[in-house]
């Protein structure tokens, strides 16, 4: 069964620095999406993207996040600073139709 | 603005032992509500799509339904394998692009 992919799994960083979360959605789907989950929290909605540009993105996320799809496969999400509150599990999405999405396994994100 | 509340936050059963989860929603116009699992350090997976009132879909041991203001999640002789943090979500729908508003889910343990 076809399945999104996010890497790394675990990713530990310093406060103030910068990080990439990568995801390879699903190969013939057209939107894609970023959530976060904070430790015993609701999954968060922070953006989504169709036609390689953003077509709606949350309070959360601002002007420290960006997400782009460097070529036909990859589709990644930076935080240029990062702070302690970001620390979280950033879960990749993606659909076909934009209504029903597989999730990726997700990448924990530990800002120390 | 959309809701999700999802009852009871935890819930410990017996390998066999039925019960259901409930899913209360308030969207301005309901399209689609949808259920997912998510196991410890894993992302969403999913379950079912509902559309309308009256709706019903099953799958193995699990059965969902849709009232006009919430849905229920049956689970039907459970084992332990289907301990999990069950998880609803309606579209929240702004801009061209469906975001999902989650609810924080009910952890289910089924012991043996």
């Known amino acids: 069964e076809p399945e999104v992919t996010q890497t790394p799994s675990h990713q530990v960083t310093q406060m103030g620095q910068e990080v990439i979360l990568r995801c390879v959605p699903i190969s013939n789907h057209l939107y894609f999406y970023w959530y976060r989950q904070i430790l015993g929290q609701k999954v968060e909605f922070l953006v989504s993207f169709y036609n390689n540009e953003i077509s709606e993105k949350s309070e959360i996320f601002d002007d420290q996040f960006s997400v782009e799809r460097p070529d036909g496969s990859n589709f990644t999400l930076k935080i240029r600073s990062t702070k302690l509150e970001d620390s979280a599990m950033y879960f990749c999405a993606s659909s076909e139709t934009g209504i029903g999405y597989t999730f990726g396994s997700g990448t924990r994100l530990t800002v120390v | 603005e959309d809701q999700v509340t999802q009852s009871p936050e935890a819930l410990r059963l017996q390998e066999g032992e039925s019960s259901s989860l409930n899913c209360s929603y308030t969207?301005?116009?309901?399209?689609?509500l949808f259920w997912y699992r998510q196991d410890p350090g894993k992302g969403p997976e999913f379950l079912f799509t509902l559309y309308s009132a009256g709706e019903e879909k099953e799958k193995e041991r699990l059965k969902a339904t849709l009232t006009k203001k919430e849905s229920f999640l049956h689970i039907t002789a459970p084992k332990p394998e289907d301990s999990a943090t069950y998880l609803c979500a309606v579209p929240g729908y702004q801009g061209g692009s469906e975001k999902l508003v989650f609810g924080k889910g009910t952890k289910l343990t089924v012991n043996p």
């Open positions: 969207v301005s116009g309901l399209r689609g």
